[in-house]
Structure formats: C-alpha cells, structure tokens
C-alpha cells in the first residue's frame, strides 16, 4: 500500500509533464490516417479521408460516407458507410476520377447507396495506412481491406447466411460490368471523373473472387434483374451472392487499369499474383515503414510523434502513379491529355499553387527519386497537352492561380536532380510564362499586361490579378535561377531577373503593404486590407503582401527598413481577425479557419501565408520566428479528427510542419537554402536515399526551452538563419542549445540573412 501512495504522490507531482519518446519502432503505426477527417464544407480540420494505400500508389481506397459524387467522402462524424471505395481524389474541392465501390450485404438484397448503407461505430473500425478494418453493423459483416500500388485484396468474414452478397457499384455517368460465373469473376469499368474534359476515359476493373457464386444478377437505375451478367448503361452495378456460414471469410483480389481489361488483369497478376491477404498487408506495412524510416524522431511526447509521423504519411500520396508497366516490363500511360496509350511516366492529383511551397522541396531533400520520375511526367504532360498542369486531376483542371510549375521544375534541377530532359521542360517553362493557356488556371492569363505593363491590371476583367502578379514575379524568378544554370542568353536571364522584380509594381506605400493597381497605373479604389478574394486568392492584402519569397529585403526596403517591416510582421498576430467577404457573398471555409484560430490576421489553414513567420531571420529577430513556428505546432496541429487547422491540400500543410519540426524550412524553392526556425524534437536523423544521415540534435528541447541560443554544425559554431541543401546531403551532424529566453544577439547581422535577390544579383 505505501508504494501505491508513492506511486500516486509522484504522479500527482509530475504526471502533468510530458513523457517524452526515445525511439520509434513501427513507424507507421504511429499514423492516425483519421487526422483531418471532421471536416465539412463550412469548416475544415484538414479535409482529409483515410487513405488506404502505398506511397504514391496509383490507387487509394476509403470507407464511403458520403453519397456518390460527393467530394466529402468521409466525415468522421457520420454513422454510414455505403461501401469501400476506390478513389484518386486529391481534396473534396477537386472531387474524384476512375471511382468505383464494393460493398458487402446480407439478407434481403439492398443495391442501391441509401439502401445498403450500414451503421458503423469508430469503436469498431481500424484505420492504418496499409489496412482498414469496419464492423457493417446492418449486415453482420466485417469488411477488411489491404492494398499495393494498382491493387488490393479484400475479406469479408460473414454470418450464417442463405443470402451473402458483394454489391459492385461501377457508378454513375457511364458504366460497365460483366459477371464471369465459371471464373468467379467480375470486370468492369467506369467513366466518372469531376474536373476538365477527358478523351478515352475509363477505369477497368477486374474483381477475382475465392468462392463460387450462387447468386448473380445486375442493377440499372434501381432496378435488379437476377441471372443478367452483362450491363453497359449510365449507371451499371454488380451483383453476387453465396450461402455463407458462420464467420466465414471470403476473399476478392482487385485490380484496375486506365489502359484496358488485359492490363488490369495484368496489374493484379503481377501485384497479388499467389498472396493471400496476410502477405499483401504484411508487404504494404512494411513498404510504409521504409518510406517513414527515413526520418527517426526522438525525444518527442506520444501526442507529436503520433501528429509527425500522421502528417508524414499524408505527404506520400500526392501526385499519385498514373503509369502502369505492360506486358513487355515497359512503363506506358494513359494520357489524361490526349487519350492515347504513350510510353513514359506520367503522374496526377496535385495542384502545384499548394504544393510548390514545402511539399515538392521535402520530396527533393528526402525522396528525390520519386520525384525525377514526376519530372519525367511532367516532360510527358508538356508533350501531350501543350502546356504544365498547374492542376491535374487528372489532366488540366482549371482552378487556382500562378505559374507555379516554375518553381518545381527549377527547384528539383538547382536542388540536384538530374538525368531527364531539363531542356524540354525549361522550354515548357517559357512557354507557359509567355502564353495564356487553353484556360484559366494554365500557362498564364493576363500574359500580355503582365509582360507589357509588369503586372496583370485591377480593371480588366481578370480575377485575382495581384495575386497573379506576385505569384508570376516569383515563378519569373524561379525561371531566371534555372536560366542561370543551364547557362541560357544573357538577354534571356536578364529578362526574367527583371520580371522577378514585379512584385514591387503593386506595393503601395500609403499603406504598407500589395495593392491591386489599374491600367491606367493607379491603384484600385476603394481599398480594404481585409477583403478576401477580389484582387488576391483565397486570402487578403495582409496575407498576400508577403508572397516575395525570392526577395525578402527587396520588400524590407518597399516597407522602410527592418524595423518597419518586423513591426509589420507582428502586426499579421496582433491585428483582430476581421474580415470582408463581400467579393465571395459568404463566409468561406478559410476566412472561418482564421476566424476562430485566435492568431490575427494569420491563417495558417490556407497557403499564401504559410512562409511567413520564417521572415522574421531576414531582418534580426530569428527568436519570434521561433517563437512563433513552435506556436503554430503546439496549436494548429494534432493527430485527431480535428488535427488540421484547413485543407491539407495534397501533402502541403503536412509538409510545413515535417520540415518545420525538424527546424528549417524551404522559404524559397528554387535556392539551395532552408530557413530556420527551431526544431520540436530532442533528436531527428534523415537518412538519404544514398544513405548519408542529417543529424539535428536539441538535447534540451522542452515546450520551455523554444528558442535557439546557439548552433553547432560537425562541432564547428554557426550564426547563420539558414542550411545549405548541399552541405545537408553530405552528411551533417547539427547541434541546437535549447533556451527558455531568447538570444537577441545570434542571426542579428546581415552576413546571417538568408537568401533575398536584391543582396545576390
């Protein structure tokens, strides 16, 4: 009894700290993939479902809440699964393409999405990256899923049953099954997609069975005919059946293909080939567990080991595979651009306007194999659809701003990458930045004002124009760096040196900060700092004013010095968070997300912004960088339901907080420089793919100690606000001395500032 009370004395005393992690084993058992999850439309904590898949496999799949076609596939708040669902969905905005669903049912026989819905509890559903596990309360049967790249095995363990069915639901907008009885077979296809105009569009499928069918039969627009094993109609489903007994396990292998029924069947032979549903999870896991291992964290509480390696996970997906290899072990597509079967890579479901900011930098520090392959792939877009996709899903979507293939193309080629035609792609780059494209959100509207006047104008009729403006100067940027080294024409380089410099077009010093300006060269009136939209994307003036990654003391300079320009900064934090909506005639989802965040005018839930905190190294007060990145991690991020503070938009948000627990961050893609802020854990090891290690140690990291009082690389001081990306891929072994009251005296100078183009022309 007397260690009880000493046991409960010591808990009372020091059970409210934290209990740090040493080391990880199982790494992807650390993932919650049900991070971001409750989310809706009018608010989101990350828009996310779980996927279930490989990393950057062509296929995920999910639990189904939703109705068909609706972009929220899962809400962690429902009670309803319609089915297991293949899906390529990037985000709800940008819905699916090539879904179909599988869903068991037993008793009378229920085909229609409302009528074969099933209760299910959390209490009784497993959700890893490699294997979903749901009890369907309604039919008595536990569904379970396990996947590979362009497959997956399915078991379904049933009642006693006279009547047990699998119900496949090739979806609306045209479809196709066919039941194959004497092979325990079903294939089919669907044509659904949500965004662009695609060519010879179809997702084959092929569903290979281990039990013999009693039952078969086919659905069209709510009406079943038993014994029909072929339908083609707007809206075809599937339907088989057997007598099962108690707790007995059936199980289907499951493969699709854009290309064609041979190539699914191929896919599946190739993938599950012999395995039983064990050997393919046992596969998956142990793929994500590579991937995760590249980065070991230590010296973290349970809650951010379990929100790192959550976050992890979700930059792994995006852009997933839309190549396949055929017969002849080559690697062919489908082209989203062209409809044709071509040779070469290709890849789908990103927008760079999210992604160029951290996600595609974290791939070329940590994975840059992967992304020479989305290199290729772009090379290949390019050739078939005569201009980058800005957004592909799978092919062109028009939605949001920029020119920001830019800065991937540029960033992966100064970052190391080679062994693809960079050629090709910079002559992709010219063309995208010279051309209006095919729509909106391609090559570049407002071209001609842009590159005549050096900015696309408030007044005629085009959308979002600051925004563009600042976006276009800083891809102009982008292109000048990779111009620079692939040693292009003087002219040529200089051109976009100065096009770089766009940005300033639109800076108006009555106020501080960007303005949209008119034709006439005046600036628009009236002009309302908070007002979302209208001149700028998805945000206002105060977040959009920092969108200058390529020359933070260029802006320093427009805003009167450093002094200026920190108390500008510190204003986006001590500002209420007010707002305009009138341009969108509502509240939209990211102006609610800042709203209640209790952090200003600061919105961490959408891009635009996400950089800005890391400006603070560029004029002397490196400490309220680090005082602030560790606030948005200890507050915006969690690994629950909740955990997101906005769309994860397809790895980005997920990636500003990887790099920023680690303590750097890649301000400006397309330099070899990471900006500094402070690491959150005791210890971090990247291991790269040559097998080189970058070592960051905090030993006195604690939710106190935040700040950066000194740091060491290889035993050697160093007062800089940024690494080089080329001394990390040696090898480096970083020391950070943790403080709980910040240095005012380290990073001070301006020999410490990171990279701005006005000090490195």
């Known amino acids: ?84 669902r293949q899906t390529h969905q990037p985000s709800p905005w940008m819905n699916d393409y090539g879904q179909f669903a ?9 085909f229609t999405e409302d009528d074969r819905a099933s209760w299910f509890s959390h209490k009784a559903e497993i959700s890893k990256p490699y294997y979903y596990s749901v009890y369907l309360a309604d039919h008595n049967v536990t569904a379970e899923l396990t996947p590979t790249e ?27 099954v066919k039941v194959i009885p004497e092979e325990n077979k079903v294939i089919g296809y669907t044509t659904r997609y949500s965004r662009g105009k695609l060519t010879n569009f179809k997702n084959y499928f092929v569903i290979q069975f281990d039990k013999a069918f009693d039952f078969t039969g086919t659905a069209d627009t709510g009406i079943y005919k038993e014994g029909r094993l072929e339908l083609e109609s707007e809206h075809a489903i599937a339907v088989i059946g057997f007598k099962t007994k108690t707790n007995e396990e059936v199980n289907a292998k499951v493969a699709s293909s854009f290309i064609s029924f041979d190539q699914a069947e191929l896919n599946l032979k190739r993938e599950l080939g012999s395995d039983d549903f064990a050997t393919t999870k046992a596969k998956a896991k142990e793929l994500w567990n590579d991937r995760l291992s590249k980065i070991d964290v230590e010296g973290g509480t349970i809650d951010q080991i379990r929100t790192f390696y959550s976050s992890m996970y979700r930059t792994l997906f995006f852009p997933n595979k839309l190549y396949e290899i055929n017969e002849n072990d080559e690697i062919v597509h489908w082209s989203p651009y062209n409809g044709e079967i071509l040779p070469g890579y290709m890849f789908a479901g990103t927008g760079f306007w999210d992604t160029f900011r951290a996600l595609y930098p974290f791939l070329n520090l940590v994975y840059p194999s992967i992304n020479k392959e989305m290199q290729e792939g772009l090379i290949n877009a390019y050739k078939e659809g005569g201009f980058l996709p800005e957004w592909s899903s799978p092919g062109f979507a028009n939605i949001m701003i920029g020119n920001n293939s830019a800065s991937v193309v540029a960033d992966a080629y100064i970052k190391g990458l080679r062994g693809y035609d960079i050629e090709k792609l910079y002559e992709a780059l010219l063309h995208g930045a010279n051309n209006e494209g095919p729509m909106d959100a391609v090559g570049r509207r407002g071209a001609p004002y842009y590159n005549e006047l050096g900015y696309v104008p408030y007044d005629v009729g085009i959308n979002e124009n600051a925004a563009r403006t600042l976006e276009y100067a800083y891809d102009d940027f982008a292109i000048y760096q990779l111009a620079k080294a692939l040693k292009r024409p003087k002219k040529e380089i200089e051109l976009y040196a100065k096009r770089s410099q766009n940005f300033r077009n639109l800076f108006d010093p009555s106020t501080g900060l960007m303005r949209g300006k008119n034709e006439d060269g005046k600036f628009q009136e009236p002009f309302n700092p908070f007002k979302w939209g209208d001149a700028f994307t998805e945000g206002n003036s105060w977040h959009y004013t920092w969108s200058v990654f390529h020359d933070v003391e260029g802006l320093i300079g427009l805003m009167g010095g450093k002094e200026e320009f920190v108390k500008k900064l510190d204003s986006v934090f001590t500002l209420p968070p007010v707002f305009d909506e009138s341009y969108y005639g509502s509240v939209i989802h990211e102006i609610r997300e800042m709203q209640v965040a209790n952090m200003g005018q600061y919105a ?63 301000v400006t893609p397309a330099t070899d420089q990471y900006v500094i802020g402070a690491p959150l854990f005791k210890k971090a090891t990247i291991t790269l793919e040559d097998g080189k290690k970058i070592v960051l140690k905090a030993e006195e990291n604690s939710d106190a100690n935040k700040f950066v009082d000194a740091i060491q690389i290889n035993g050697k001081s160093y007062d800089k606000n940024w690494f080089n990306h080329f001394d990390l891929i040696k090898g480096v072994d970083i020391d950070f001395t943790m403080t709980s009251e910040p240095n005012k005296s380290r990073g001070t100078s301006q020999s410490s500032f990171p990279y701005s183009y006005s000090n490195n022309k």
């Open 1 to 84: 009894m007397k260690s009880f009370f000493t046991f409960l004395l010591l808990f009372l005393c020091f059970g409210a700290s934290a209990q740090f992690v040493d080391k990880i084993e199982d790494h992807v058992e650390w993932v919650n993939p049900l991070m971001g999850t409750d989310s809706k439309p009018s608010m989101s904590n990350g828009n996310t479902y779980p996927a279930v898949g490989v990393p950057w496999g062509m296929n995920l799949w999910t639990p189904q809440t939703g109705k068909m076609g609706d972009g929220w596939t899962y809400q962690y708040t429902a009670d309803k699964i319609r089915g297991l």
């Open 102 to 110: 599988i869903m068991p049912v037993t008793g009378e026989l229920k």
């Open 150 to 176: 362009r497959a997956a095995q399915f078991k379904f363990t049933f009642p006693e049953e006279d009547h047990s069915y699998v119900v496949i639901d090739a979806f609306d907008r045209g479809s196709y």
């Open 604 to 666: 961490h839930g959408n891009q635009p912004i996400q950089h800005m905190i890391y400006l603070y190294n560029y004029a002397g007060t490196p400490w309220k960088a680090q005082y602030w990145v560790r606030e948005v991690l200890d507050r915006m991020y969690r690994a629950t339901p909740d955990g997101y503070c906005g769309d994860e938009d397809n790895g980005q948000t997920s990636a500003w907080y990887v790099f920023s627990a680690l303590g750097f961050y890649p």
